[in-house]
């Protein structure tokens, strides 16, 4: 087949045409090798026959709605490749720019510093630090065995942080002592309203848990991520979580309420409110 002919098969994907198109071609650059734009420059590349099982398979589970991150078992974050599967939620983009800003924020504090991840899933933000600052000591709890599954694997034989599985809701167990430099946490927070407004590849195959709230209740794990860093951070250690761009108030006071300085709402790569940073008091 002809691999012009093949990218036709785009428009039976469940998504708008530009970005349909795109999927396809990320799909042919990983599974062949071949450039974006190979169609174009070589509009009579033929598809290797060997090659053709997998990709009819591969479209086969995109026409289904699965996430494409899924489909290749990865995804990119940071410059690194994470697994990703069924029951890992997927990183984002918006959660790169948390884990960059704290690197900003650190600043000389980097080196032997002690950094609490709170609902890890799949372990980009706890790996991603570690390997910025190889130094730094890494612990991150989930309550998912199956993000920490794969949490635990990402890069087999090199440093790792400690992963522990842990309810972030409940009490710290035993595993998480302080006192740690920084405690940061991309929680769920999307409101069980906002399912209408989400897509069949996040709702049928992501992991809810790692995703939704109740909507009686949204800033329930900002309650918690600001209980446990209130007691585990170091005296001006920092707080950074990624929040829901519809509540940024509500959810810079509940860090306020817990005697947290420097409450500071911060805008992501769209510019919206995305982050909260705030610290320890002295």
């Not at 709605?65 to 984002?92: A, D, M, N, T, W």
């Not at 049928?204 to 794990?221: I, K, N, Q, W």
Request: hydrophobic share 40%.
């Amino acid at each position: 087949m002809l691999l012009l002919d093949f990218l036709e098969g785009a428009s039976a994907l469940p998504y708008p045409k530009e970005e349909a198109e795109a999927i396809v071609h990320r799909l042919v650059e990983e599974l062949l090798g071949v450039k974006s734009y190979t169609h174009i420059i070589e509009p009579g590349y033929e598809i290797p026959q060997e090659k053709m099982p997998a990709l009819e398979e591969s479209m086969g589970r995109l026409r289904g709605g699965e996430p494409l991150q899924y489909v290749l078992g990865f995804e990119e974050f940071c410059g690194r490749r994470f697994s990703v599967g069924p029951g890992v939620l997927i990183p984002r983009p918006e959660t790169e720019g948390l884990v960059r800003e704290v690197l900003r924020r650190m600043g000389p504090r980097r080196g032997q510093c002690r950094i609490l991840d709170m609902c890890t899933g799949s372990g980009a933000i706890a790996w991603t630090l570690k390997f910025e600052i190889p130094g730094a000591e890494v612990v991150a709890v989930d309550i998912s065995e199956d993000a920490l599954a794969t949490a635990r694997t990402q890069f087999p034989g090199v440093p790792a942080p400690r992963f522990a599985l842990s309810d972030v809701l409940g009490e710290i167990p035993p595993e998480v002592s302080g006192p740690f430099d920084v405690v940061v946490s991309n929680p769920p927070y999307v409101m069980e309203s906002e399912k209408a407004l989400m897509r069949r590849n996040v709702l049928d195959y992501e992991p809810g848990m790692a995703l939704f709230v109740p909507d009686s209740d949204p800033l329930r794990f900002y309650r918690a991520v600001a209980g446990w860093a209130s007691l585990l951070l170091r005296p001006g250690g920092l707080v950074a979580v990624e929040i829901n761009e519809s509540i940024p108030e509500e959810t810079a006071a509940v860090f306020a309420a817990s005697g947290f300085e420097k409450v500071e709402t911060v805008e992501d790569f769209r510019g919206k409110k995305r982050y909260i940073f705030a610290n320890h008091p002295l």
